[in-house]
């Protein structure tokens, strides 16, 4: 491959806010990437953090803009405003790249077709994160706890994808300075974005061994929050679009009416009751198999917790949707 092709310009953006523990580990995993140092530039976008994340920033060779106003969205917005770059590549500021991450992506996306509108991989928990983040990390990567999304669920090969996360993704700018972020979304924006441009036929390749480390919630309260948030932002992305994004969110919404309702169903439907039972064999065992699968991989009682950790997530994800789905609309 020619040299001035295989190394074009990249704009490397990090939205942040109040990450004064983690955006040094960011941006230092940034800087030491095995990529031309004059053929990309890193830019954060801080939304008005009140510790010392801005104050840290300054002290590296990057490009910090402050948001004009709150929203990951308009965050990302701004970065590509002032971006330099003919792609652009997005990262958590929670998360830390493989030195060769940069590389790896451009690589790629340079050699596929113009239909490929972003490469990515996976985000993968830190090793030496706490014992409960490390299970949730785990949990997350087994069918039951990512109904099978790239983001969480690992594949094997190169394989084209319906989306993948901001946290681990390089795009072609052009495509999304045109398409922009809907400012309406500050959590499941890069979902509502991808969905959008999935619709304009363009595609998603994830590569398993471009890897990003990123760390999960450190308590059951964070994890169940943020699965909450991710539910209600997931029938708000429905909604907009009158169309299914991601059928796991409709079972677990079920579900949760399955539990809220059971006893009226059976009430006055008797024969529910078997069905009721014959479902809850299954999740039970489905959750075994999980917890064997998290078992192998941190060697640790904790996967027990699998037990308790996917049932927390189906249901507050559920009780999210369902939120997203009957909340009023705002007027416009």
């Known amino acids: 491959m020619d040299k001035e092709i295989s190394e074009p310009q990249i ?3 990090v939205v942040t806010k109040n990450e004064e523990k983690n955006i040094s580990a960011c941006l230092e995993s940034l800087i030491a ?3 031309p140092k004059d053929r990309y530039e890193i830019i954060v976008v801080d939304g ?5 994340t801005q104050e840290i920033c300054r002290r590296y ?3 910090l803009i402050i948001a004009e106003r ?3 969205s308009h965050q990302r917005n701004a970065g590509i405003q002032v971006a330099r770059g003919s792609y652009i590549a997005f990262t958590d500021a929670d998360c830390v790249a493989e030195r060769a991450w940069l590389r790896k992506l451009i690589e790629q996306i340079e050699s596929s077709d113009k239909s490929v509108v972003a490469v990515g991989g996976p985000n993968l928990v830190f090793d030496d994160d706490p014992l409960l983040s490390k299970t949730i990390g785990y949990t997350q990567e087994t069918l039951l706890g990512s109904g099978g999304s790239p983001q969480c669920c690992r594949i094997s090969k190169p394989s084209f994808v319906y989306s993948i996360p901001n946290c681990n993704i390089l795009y072609r700018k052009q495509i999304i300075a045109e398409e922009r972020y809907d400012d309406n979304f500050s959590i499941g924006e890069d979902a509502e974005l991808n ?3 999935r619709q304009k036929g363009y ?3 994830y590569l398993p061994g471009v890897i990003v480390w990123h760390h999960r919630p450190g308590t059951i309260k964070d994890f169940a929050k943020k699965m909450f948030h991710y539910g209600e932002a997931m029938a708000r992305i429905t909604r907009k679009h009158k169309k299914i994004i991601r059928w796991y969110a409709f079972v677990a919404s079920l579900a949760v009416l399955a539990v809220i309702f059971s006893y009226p169903i059976v009430y006055f439907f008797r024969p529910f009751i078997y069905i009721y039972a014959v479902a809850t064999l299954i999740y039970i065992i489905a959750l075994a198999i999980s917890t064997t699968q ?3 991989k941190c060697k640790s009682i904790s996967s027990i917790l699998t037990m308790i950790l996917l049932p927390i997530q189906h249901f507050v994800y559920g009780l999210g949707f369902l939120k997203g789905l009957l909340e009023p609309r705002k007027a416009t």
């Open 48 to 52: 008005a953090s009140t510790d010392k």
């Open 203 to 205: 595609r998603f390749l």
């Open 195 to 197: 969905f959008r441009l």
């Open 11 to 13: 704009s490397v953006i």
């Open 61 to 63: 060779p990057i490009t």
């Open 70 to 72: 709150s929203g990951i």
């Open 33 to 35: 990437q095995d990529y």
């Open 294 to 296: 998290v078992y192998r």
